[in-house]
């Protein structure tokens, strides 16, 4: 932390950088090129803007989010795969004066945990939900995800991903923006500068319409796995610009707040 | 204590459970427990800061029940044999979490579909742990309506104490039929424990972690090993069984939940033939009171075990009772109910 090798009384100082409060100092153990520590990050910053870090209660399952309890010093519970938006909704039901937030890869939230996710985001429950989709399962070893895309080689589709056995890519967020329970669904990456302030923005948004009790708000994240997609971290932006973002094109879906 | 009412089994647990304070209850409908989804959608509303929450699935009602029970809620599901299936990971997760639920499974006929009908085929799946890993659920297991509702307040209070989920394990016949009951008087909230320990948003202290992960081998270790020290706990102060006619009879019938209602009527019965029988009846089936059951087994030459399955509470039977105790099984499965008279006969053949 840069507030901690000066001899500047803390008080005459304005803090420029660092970690955000809502966030414990210590090092991300994600993989390097993977845009999970800069969407947690972005996340820690809305906390902080938004004055909740005391009233927020994070979740997040397995794999490469289930660390969300290391790197924030908020309240966090660890729901088993898929069932993230289940355990979202119980916590907020039970405690509807909290801020409540899932967050789940692609595997978890648009395969094991589909139903799961698909009926919190019918009943409009009043939580927000970051959606990480980087096309595969990271954690496991490079599996083909529902958001593989067609022709993608994956450890569990080694000659490509072909329609004809699997099926297409997943397009949760536009099924979703089909039904009338959300309240926002869009989808960021967070690859340049003004793409993470345009993630950013959608993340306070986010949190924005629970406080103000408007309902569900998903908010996708493009991500980048260049260890499991075989490429060095600036040829993974490269693919997520050419390729991913072809098929999962950013922007908001629906805004209804 | 207060009213006396008629009400049905899934009714009268229903209630009892909003009495002793559960404020979520999460469920999707399933036969023979219907009516208990259906109370607790008309009166749970009424509960301040109450929900009711019809979930997507067995799989969303029992997570949503983890969520609740982090934020320090107390909080019930409910289902009947394949929702409780489905509801196994979940569970699991509560278990290995160390988080207070209750869970009540108005037990039916199976394997897989099976059918509608009263049957006792859960009893290795709700003692045993009944999902993946190392654990075990206080498992209660009531005989009647009024036992239903009181072992069901009773479960609230036990989960909290010991963090833990708890399984109130019932039978269709149990779920369906009506008996005069007399509710518990309904729980201030101040009579339920504080939970410094729940995810209810970190004002003034750090963060709180709700999670059953430890990657360190050493670390998940020490989070079981801590789990069953309190299960030793449990097993010195929660045990819980019912002796009835025991004194001077030779054959002893070992029945929990419905049957031993049953077999009431067939020491009755018994008596009128001039048999003296006794009956054993758990009402912790975990933990299995097998300590009494072994005190017992050294007065009786035999102990009969009567069930709705093919013979699961026999192997704790077995393994509790003193050497070169005969024991025998007598079951009913897909859902038939033995009647007092069928159960006699059985006995005969060790009288």
Redesign the interface.
């Given at each position: 932390m840069s507030d901690k090798a000066t001899s500047v009384k803390k008080k005459d100082m304005t803090k420029v950088v660092g970690k955000p409060d809502s966030m414990n100092d210590t090092h991300f153990s994600y993989c390097p090129g993977c845009h999970h520590g800069i969407i947690n990050r972005l996340i820690g910053e809305a906390i902080d803007e938004l004055g909740i870090?005391?009233?927020?209660?994070g979740?997040a399952p397995?794999g490469c989010s289930?660390f969300l309890?290391k790197w924030?010093?908020?309240?966090?519970?660890?729901?088993?795969h898929g069932?993230v938006s289940?355990?979202?909704?119980?916590?907020?039901?039970?405690?509807p004066d909290?801020t409540v937030f899932a967050y789940q890869g692609d595997g978890d939230f648009a395969s094991i945990g589909t139903?799961?996710s698909?009926?919190a985001a019918n009943r409009g429950e009043n939580i927000t939900v970051f959606f990480i989709n980087n096309t595969l399962y990271g954690m496991t070893g490079g599996e083909m995800a529902p958001t593989t895309l067609i022709g993608q080689k994956t450890t569990t589709t080694p000659g490509g991903r072909k329609a004809k056995d699997f099926g297409y890519p997943i397009k949760m967020s536009e099924m979703l923006a089909r039904l009338d329970g959300p309240t926002y669904i869009t989808r960021q990456a967070v690859y340049d500068v003004p793409r993470i302030k345009s993630a950013k923005e959608a993340i306070v948004k986010g949190f924005r319409n629970q406080i103000e009790g408007k309902g569900y708000s998903l908010i996708e994240i493009l991500s980048a796995c260049p260890i499991n997609w075989g490429l060095d971290p600036v040829e993974a932006v490269e693919r997520i610009k050419d390729e991913v973002e072809a098929v999962y094109p950013l922007g908001d879906i629906i805004d209804r707040g | 204590m207060g009213e006396m009412q008629l009400m049905r089994g899934n009714e009268a647990i229903a209630e009892s459970a909003i009495r002793a304070g559960c404020?979520?209850y999460?469920a999707y409908p399933i036969t023979p427990q219907a009516e208990l989804l259906q109370w607790m959608a008309v009166h749970m509303p009424e509960v301040e800061g109450g929900?009711f929450?019809q979930?997507?699935?067995e799989?969303?009602?029992i997570?949503?029940?983890?969520?609740?029970?982090?934020?320090?809620?107390r909080?019930m599901t409910s289902s009947s044999s394949p929702g409780i299936s489905l509801k196994q990971?979940?569970i699991s997760?509560l278990a290995g979490?160390n988080l207070p639920a209750v869970i009540v499974n108005i037990m039916r006929g199976g394997p897989g579909l099976g059918n509608i009908q009263p049957a006792q085929g859960d009893y290795f799946q709700a003692t045993k742990g009944g999902g993946h890993g190392d654990y075990h659920t206080i498992t209660l297991a009531p005989s009647t309506v009024p036992e239903a509702a009181q072992l069901t307040y009773d479960a609230f209070d036990l989960a909290d104490k010991y963090r833990t989920p708890v399984t109130v394990l019932a039978d269709g016949m149990i779920g369906q039929m009506m008996e005069p009951v007399e509710l518990p008087e309904r729980k201030d909230r101040e009579e339920i424990p504080q939970k410094p320990w729940a995810?209810?948003?970190?004002?003034?202290r750090?963060?709180?972690?709700?999670?059953?992960?430890a990657l360190g081998g050493e670390d998940l270790k020490a989070m079981n090993l801590a789990r069953f020290e309190r299960y030793e706990e449990i097993k010195k102060k929660e045990v819980r069984s019912e002796e009835v006619n025991v004194e001077g009879s030779e054959v002893v019938i070992a029945a929990f939940g419905t049957v031993a209602r049953i077999v009431k009527s067939t020491i009755r019965l018994a008596q009128e033939d001039g048999l003296k029988i006794g009956l054993f009846r758990p009402i912790t089936v975990w933990p299995f009171p097998g300590e009494q059951l072994n005190e017992l087994s050294k007065r009786v030459d035999t102990v009969l075990t009567v069930e709705m399955n093919s013979g699961q509470m026999v192997e704790d039977v077995r393994l509790s009772v003193k050497s070169g105790t005969e024991t025998p099984f007598y079951g009913e499965v897909g859902g038939v109910v033995p009647t007092p008279g069928g159960i006699l006969e059985e006995v005969k053949q060790y009288v």
């Amino acid at each position: 932390m840069s507030d901690k090798a000066t001899s500047v009384k803390k008080k005459d100082m304005t803090k420029v950088v660092g970690k955000p409060d809502s966030m414990n100092d210590t090092h991300f153990s994600y993989c390097p090129g993977c845009h999970h520590g800069i969407i947690n990050r972005l996340i820690g910053e809305a906390i902080d803007e938004l004055g909740i870090q005391e009233e927020t209660i994070g979740t997040a399952p397995v794999g490469c989010s289930v660390f969300l309890y290391k790197w924030f010093d908020i309240d966090v519970v660890q729901p088993p795969h898929g069932r993230v938006s289940a355990v979202a909704t119980g916590i907020k039901r039970a405690r509807p004066d909290k801020t409540v937030f899932a967050y789940q890869g692609d595997g978890d939230f648009a395969s094991i945990g589909t139903n799961n996710s698909v009926h919190a985001a019918n009943r409009g429950e009043n939580i927000t939900v970051f959606f990480i989709n980087n096309t595969l399962y990271g954690m496991t070893g490079g599996e083909m995800a529902p958001t593989t895309l067609i022709g993608q080689k994956t450890t569990t589709t080694p000659g490509g991903r072909k329609a004809k056995d699997f099926g297409y890519p997943i397009k949760m967020s536009e099924m979703l923006a089909r039904l009338d329970g959300p309240t926002y669904i869009t989808r960021q990456a967070v690859y340049d500068v003004p793409r993470i302030k345009s993630a950013k923005e959608a993340i306070v948004k986010g949190f924005r319409n629970q406080i103000e009790g408007k309902g569900y708000s998903l908010i996708e994240i493009l991500s980048a796995c260049p260890i499991n997609w075989g490429l060095d971290p600036v040829e993974a932006v490269e693919r997520i610009k050419d390729e991913v973002e072809a098929v999962y094109p950013l922007g908001d879906i629906i805004d209804r707040g | 204590m207060g009213e006396m009412q008629l009400m049905r089994g899934n009714e009268a647990i229903a209630e009892s459970a909003i009495r002793a304070g559960c404020k979520n209850y999460f469920a999707y409908p399933i036969t023979p427990q219907a009516e208990l989804l259906q109370w607790m959608a008309v009166h749970m509303p009424e509960v301040e800061g109450g929900t009711f929450l019809q979930a997507e699935s067995e799989i969303g009602a029992i997570n949503m029940v983890y969520g609740a029970a982090s934020a320090g809620e107390r909080t019930m599901t409910s289902s009947s044999s394949p929702g409780i299936s489905l509801k196994q990971e979940g569970i699991s997760y509560l278990a290995g979490a160390n988080l207070p639920a209750v869970i009540v499974n108005i037990m039916r006929g199976g394997p897989g579909l099976g059918n509608i009908q009263p049957a006792q085929g859960d009893y290795f799946q709700a003692t045993k742990g009944g999902g993946h890993g190392d654990y075990h659920t206080i498992t209660l297991a009531p005989s009647t309506v009024p036992e239903a509702a009181q072992l069901t307040y009773d479960a609230f209070d036990l989960a909290d104490k010991y963090r833990t989920p708890v399984t109130v394990l019932a039978d269709g016949m149990i779920g369906q039929m009506m008996e005069p009951v007399e509710l518990p008087e309904r729980k201030d909230r101040e009579e339920i424990p504080q939970k410094p320990w729940a995810t209810t948003g970190a004002q003034g202290r750090k963060g709180n972690v709700i999670k059953s992960f430890a990657l360190g081998g050493e670390d998940l270790k020490a989070m079981n090993l801590a789990r069953f020290e309190r299960y030793e706990e449990i097993k010195k102060k929660e045990v819980r069984s019912e002796e009835v006619n025991v004194e001077g009879s030779e054959v002893v019938i070992a029945a929990f939940g419905t049957v031993a209602r049953i077999v009431k009527s067939t020491i009755r019965l018994a008596q009128e033939d001039g048999l003296k029988i006794g009956l054993f009846r758990p009402i912790t089936v975990w933990p299995f009171p097998g300590e009494q059951l072994n005190e017992l087994s050294k007065r009786v030459d035999t102990v009969l075990t009567v069930e709705m399955n093919s013979g699961q509470m026999v192997e704790d039977v077995r393994l509790s009772v003193k050497s070169g105790t005969e024991t025998p099984f007598y079951g009913e499965v897909g859902g038939v109910v033995p009647t007092p008279g069928g159960i006699l006969e059985e006995v005969k053949q060790y009288v």
